[in-house]
T-cell receptor
Framework: GAVVSQHPSRVICKSGTSVKIECRSL??????MFWYRQFPKQSLMLMAT?????????EQGVEKDKFLINHASLTLSTLTVTSAHPEDSSFYIC??????????????FGPGTRLTVT | GDSVTQMEGPVTLSEEAFLTINCTYT??????LFWYVQYPGEGLQLLLK?????DKGSNKGFEATYRKETTSFHLEKGSVQVSDSAVYFC????????????FGKGTMLLVSP
């Protein structure tokens, strides 16, 4: 199946700094990618939809100025957490849809990035 | 809007026991239904899916049947293994062409030898 990678897998940063997380589709092109946030023992919360060549679409309650998304190419989307605070510590997961056939395209998920803000 | 409800965990079983994780959904139209599995420290992997009513998805011994009349997609496995210990997420997506997934809260499965 298709592969989605994320980098870094883990990052620790100081409060007030910015952190960039990359999401790449390795063997297919993705005009759309999704960014999720997962709190411990909770489900995935969709943060935003990343669109190649246009602005990202943010879910209600997600600060677009804090979570900057750039879909630079058909295989790369980046999420930058600006001026990070401890409450931004979380597990961030990206996904990309590919193929389809019958029904909606299948989503392929990255392995996630554990962000810890100290 | 769309929603998915899963039974709360953790579900604790002995090896070779029978597994059922309940999942029900609310959606407009005819959604596609999915089960994803998340192993510790990893992202999600698609376990199985069903795209229309009465379809049965199956993979690695797991099965789930799309029941439109009861709006359910329960996950079952006849004999679990220790390696099945993970968090299982039920999810749906509408068939409108936009592939945003709506997830349940996840159910942790712990299998002991």
């Amino acid at each position: 199946g298709a592969v989605v990678s994320q980098h870094p897998s883990r990052v620790i940063c100081k409060s007030g700094t910015s952190v960039k997380i990359e999401c790449r589709s390795l063997d297919f092109q993705a005009t759309t990618m999704f960014w999720y946030r997962q709190f411990p023992k909770q489900s995935l919360m969709l943060m935003a939809t990343s669109n190649e060549g246009s602005k990202a679409t943010y879910e209600q309650g997600v600060e677009k100025d804090k979570f900057l998304i750039n879909h630079a190419s058909l295989t790369l989307s980046t999420l930058t957490v600006t001026s990070a605070h401890p409450e931004d510590s979380s597990f961030y997961i990206c996904s990309a849809p590919e193929g389809g056939g019958q029904g909606a395209p299948e989503q392929y998920f990255g392995p996630g990035t554990r962000l810890t803000v100290t | 809007g769309d929603s998915v409800t899963q039974m709360e965990g953790p579900v604790t079983l002995s090896e070779e026991a029978f597994l059922t994780i309940n999942c029900t959904y609310t959606a407009t139209g005819y959604p596609s239904l999915f089960w994803y599995v998340q192993y510790p420290g990893e992202g999600l992997q698609l376990l199985l899916k069903a795209t229309k009513a009465d379809d049965k998805g199956s993979n690695k011994g797991f099965e789930a049947t799309y029941r439109k009349e009861t709006t359910s997609f329960h996950l079952e496995k006849g004999s679990v293994q220790v390696s099945d210990s993970a968090v299982y997420f039920c999810a749906l997506t509408s068939n409108s062409g936009y592939s945003t997934l709506t997830f349940g809260k996840g159910t942790m499965l712990l299998v002991s030898p």
